[in-house]
């Protein structure tokens, strides 16, 4: 008790570390408090505004490298103003479209109303973005004109016409629909007619949608006062209207403005731009712009004519470690990613933009202000520099922006059918309004919508069409499948095929540094469903993501450089006188149809509209194949070719629409014999001298403008100028040998069967005279040592076997041979000796093999044609079968070598030895399912494919790969097809039998796939498919698979004494897997640029994939035997 006491005391004395603060002291400890308060809030605020001044260095810093960026990105500035009395304005026209706008007010005082305005946008040499404004320029078409009708009978139709058109056209504000209907002297391109011209009438609408209703009309007939009810054909009805003004004023695709001496051949440096994009998908869905967002957007600005581009950035949503040589832009919404990558587009400054205006009737007074004149066939253009006072404030001449990056073509890979309508509709759903205005013209939105393209070369694709305006959208993708018959048109596997390089290159071609591996020529395919867990990863794994987006954006510019796409599609442009739009966009008919319209306009001559039958019910017999005497020749072969066969024969017997004489007609002109031609097929055409057919001048501008080209193509020493040149010279051949199918396509623009008919019926007449003068001429009678024999002849070129054993020999007869028969045909018909083959396996028509010389000394290629090493439908290993023997027989001459290496690759396939990826068969869908006659195997398995997973199932236009897997018996082919993929996941046994039989029998004889070769056959078990999904798994002996029970875990009793070799035999195996495991793993990181990264590429198109994946397996499944041993 004392004790707490004390305590109580104790606790209540002040202890001898705390002094009783006096009265004094306590102000002192309130202003000390106070002191401490202030400093805190000092600390506060100083932090806080360290935090502003921060946020607004990093802004300005931001800023800066923005700033940067602009002045990388933007076109070049002029560097001076131009002098409008001495300089002219040269452009290089890239896209033409038109607009409907109102009637220019001061060049057209007397319109009024809506109006079509042509654009033309192009480029200068300098680099200056130019669009040209065309007013003045009216839709018209053509009708024949009734007998009798004078100008007040045209002005009464004209009335008619008028009202039917309001009718037809009720809530158009248009004052006047028909403009004009003028009489005019032309004659009518089909058959020949012995008068110069008739009366037709030009029929002048106001907008060129209003010719459709128009034509429309007319064709289903129209009340007449004094004729009745009459239906009218239309002539020219169906000319886009931007192709009618090029035609009427002289302008060709991209071609310059006006071409100086020397000037023509030049390129303007188009400003090209390679984008991607990445998605992040749901788990088990392909991306959807619904639901998944835009994570990466890389992109690649490159000069036309300069091989690296000066642009490489990625844009990344979340943060992206540093790239070498590539600018890396992060954000934090996915909103900011794609205004950031608008801004590629457009970016806005205070600088005028130059326009041009040009005025098709009367220059008028414009001395108001200064104004140059430019001049080009046909058309005056007026570009105002210096804009008068009433019009300063007018957005048609005055704009407040420049277009920074202003890309003039955009490429990549699917980037119409994928990337392009994805951005759109991803922003239309974050809801960013301007985003879509990404064209030359302010506020003028990307237009997409579905199409389908359908041809008898190209078969049908469907695909989207995005516009935008000035423009060119590049798609590698369509233009591959247009232009290249490929077993697959990935991105990867096309890469691989033209760029010829599996394993990475040096990061030198891309950056000027050596550093991180950017671009190997082929790249690894990420599958999409392993993006959003890179995307959700860390910088390091975004940066990967970033790097893939990088390769598919290089890749497009890569091969857009190799394989000369821009100098090809450009000269084909200016041959043949279509924007390059209409060429990435349209079949061939329309290449043919401009020249056709070009060269009707100087001769006063209109064109039909043929009405489209749908069908191609009418037919004709096509070319001569001499039968092939199929064997092994070991003496020289040598080829007589035609020179442009088709198009000589055209030219020679002048076959055209306005030479072709009607059978009626034929009785009733009665043309005297040395005046006409009289076919093989039974048509008469007339001869030059009463009439010049329009394709047979067509073509002989276009065969001596390519035999020009190709001599200054030899005398080039530029590198641009000689790949122009080449472009050029291709395009010419290639519209050269158009015209012949313009003919002849049924559902064409102008069919004419007769000439089609007569041209081939003169090629089968050519190949049997040729045969028989060669036969006759070089016989022993003739004083030759051999009689000669013709063993093929084939459409436009023969082989001849001489006799002789020297090649050298053989190409001096051939030149003799082709000389001798040259000079027996008409004029410009010639036969050309070509090159030697030697030796040649003739297998049969259309099909054959061989050395080919084009001098003595050493052979040239091994050429092949029509068998299964060029084959698109036949799997890998039927084309390295066909392909190693062929090379046994004719360079290694070792027959018995070919057939051991045939049986060899026959046992193989029987006992389960052969890789996947050999047997992969790809086809492409052409159509869906049901419109489709016959199941095909490709077909059914894309519906299959379909039901598990339509996001990633083949759609039309695809190539579909597939393999045969065994199945019950009798089940047919389209049954048996099954997904590579899906068959390696699940051990699938491959049906060896169909193999054997529908792809090796095919190529190889009878006695090859018989013998104790054939006689041994493996099939594996499917691990957990089928009905091995209920089968009950048992143990069984490593050594001979005999059943035993769980306790023994790994050998029979009779294998017990077996163990230690069984054993390292499991180890051993283990080991061999596990090292082909690593050197394919290997190989794949070189492939994707990286030996320190996980493989995740998944590309069905690589057959190391395959390899990979079967090795992958087996090493697993051998490791579990290993496990058993439980040492």
Known sequence: MNDSNNNKKKRSQPSSDHRQQTPQQQPQKHRAAMEEEDMDEDVFLDETLYEEESQVLRDMEEQQALSSRLFKWKRPALSQPYQSQSQSIVFQQLEIDYVIGESHKELLPNSSGPAAIIR???????????????????????????????????????????????????????????????????????????????????????????????????????????????????????????????????????????????????????????????????????????????????NLITLQGQDQPFVRNVMTLNSCSPIVGVDVMSF???????????????????????????????????????????????????????????????????????????????????????????????????????????????????????????????????SKEVT?????????????????????????????????????????????????????????????????DLQNGNPETRRRLAVYCLKDA?????????????????????????????????????????????????????IPNVKQAGSESGTYEGATVLEA????????????????????????????????????????????????????????????????????????????????????????????????????????????????????????????????????????????????????????????????????????????????????????????????????????????????????????????????????????????????TVRRDNCLLVKNLVNECLHKILIERDIPGAVQYVKNTISDLLMNRMDLSLLVITKGLTKTGDDYEVKAAHVELAERMRKRDAATAPNVGDRVPYVIIKAAKGAKAYEKSEDPIYVLENSIPIDPQYYLENQISKNASKELLQGSHTRSISISTPSNSGIMKFAKKQLSCIGCKALISNSDRTLCSHCKGREAELYCKTVANVSDLEKLFGRLWTQCQECQGSLHQDVLCTSRDCPIFYRRKKAQKDMAEAKVQLDRWNF
């Not at 326009?355 to 570009?383: E, T």
């Not at 119409?416 to 064209?439: H, N, S, T, W």
């Not at 510019?557 to 739009?581: H, W």
Request: with cysteine.
């Open 554 to 606: 290089y890749l497009p510019q890569r091969l857009l450089d190799k394989l000369m796409f821009i100098y090809n599609y450009v000269e084909m442009a200016r041959v043949t006188g279509v924007p390059i739009s209409f060429l990435l966009s349209r079949g061939q008919s329309i290449k043919v149809l401009s020249q056709l319209l070009r060269k009707a306009r100087q001769k006063n001559l209109v």
């Open 332 to 462: 934090d919404t996915e909103r900011e990613v794609l205004l950031a990558w608008r801004v590629v587009f457009i970016l806005k400054e205070r600088i005028y933009w130059l326009k041009i205006v040009v005025y098709l009737k009367s220059l008028g007074d414009f001395s108001r202000g200064k104004v140059i004149y430019v001049h080009m066939p046909g058309i005056w253009f007026l570009a105002f520099f210096e804009v008068p006072g009433k019009l300063h404030s007018s957005k048609v001449y005055l704009q407040d922006f420049i277009r920074e990056v202003d890309p003039d073509i955009i490429i990549g890979y699917n980037i119409c059918k994928f990337d392009l309508p994805y951005l759109i509709q991803r922003a239309e759903v974050l809801g960013i309004p301007e985003f879509p205005m990404l064209g030359r013209i302010r506020n003028s939105r990307v237009r997409v919508k579905d199409t389908t393209f359908s041809s008898r070369q190209y078969g049908t694709r469907e």
């Open 120 to 298: 033309i946008f192009g480029v200068t040499r300098e680099g200056h973005s130019v669009c040209c404004h065309v007013h003045g320029f009216e839709p018209y078409f053509y009708i024949s004109c009734p007998p009798g009708m004078g100008p007040d009978d045209i002005s009464h139709f004209h009335q008619i016409l008028e009202g039917r058109m309001r009718e037809a056209n009720r809530n158009n504000r248009v004052p006047k629909i028909v403009r004009r209907i003028e009489m005019v002297q032309r004659r009518s391109i089909m058959y020949y007619q012995q008068q110069d011209s008739q009366p037709f009438l030009r029929i002048v609408v106001a907008l060129p949608t209003m010719i459709t209703s128009c034509r429309g009309i007319l064709d289903r007939g129209i009340q007449i006062d004094g004729l009745g009810m009459k239906s009218f054909m239309t002539y020219e009805s169906n000319v886009l209207f931007a192709l009618r003004f090029m035609i009427d004023c002289n302008i060709v695709g991209d071609l310059i403005s006006h071409a100086p001496e020397g000037e023509f051949s030049k390129m303007a440096p188009f400003r090209i731009l390679s984008f991607d994009i990445e998605c992040a998908g749901r788990k088990g869905h392909f991306p959807e712009p619904t639901h998944d967002p835009v994570i990466q957007v890389a």
């Open 468 to 532: 935008v305006e000035g423009r060119v959208q590049f798609d590698l993708l369509q233009v591959m499948q247009r232009d290249y018959k490929l077993s697959s048109y990935s991105l990867n596997s096309v890469s691989a095929h033209f760029l010829n390089e599996q394993a990475k290159v040096s990061c030198s071609t891309f950056v000027s540094v050596h550093c991180y591996n950017l671009h190997p020529l082929t790249k690894e395919d990420v599958h999409h469903s392993i993006i959003s």
């Open 629 to 868: 005497r199929a064997g092994f020749y070991e003496k020289p072969i040598a080829t007589l070719d035609f020179a442009s066969l088709y198009p000589s024969i055209m030219m020679a017997y002048n076959l055209c629409y306005c030479t072709l004489v009607t059978p009626e007609d034929v009785r009733k002109l009665n043309l005297p014999p040395e005046c006409v031609n009289k076919t093989p097929s039974g048509e008469t055409f007339v001869k030059p001298n009463l009439q010049k057919g329009i394709l047979p001048e067509i073509l002989e501008e276009l065969l001596t403008a390519r035999k020009r080209a190709k001599a200054d193509l030899k005398e080039a020493k530029d590198p641009l100028v000689k790949a122009v040149l080449d472009g050029r010279q291709l395009a010419l051949k290639i519209s050269a040998n158009s015209v012949y199918g313009f003919t002849g396509a049924t559902v064409g623009q102008l069919p004419c069967l007769e000439i089609s008919s007569s041209v081939t019926s003169y090629g089968r007449q050519m190949i049997e005279h040729t045969k028989k003068l060669v036969e006759e001429k070089f016989m022993t009678l003739g004083g030759y040592e051999h009689n000669a024999e013709v063993i093929y002849g084939d459409t436009d070129s023969v082989m001849v076997q001489f006799g002789v054993s020297a090649v050298e020999e053989a190409m001096n007869l051939g030149r003799e041979a082709a000389d001798y028969i040259s000079g027996t045909f008409t004029k410009p018909i010639k036969l050309e000796f070509e090159k030697v083959y030697y030796p040649y396996l003739l297998i049969s028509k259309k099909r054959y093999a061989g050395l080919l010389w084009t001098n003595p000394d050493k052979f040239d290629k091994m050429d092949t044609k029509g068998i299964e």
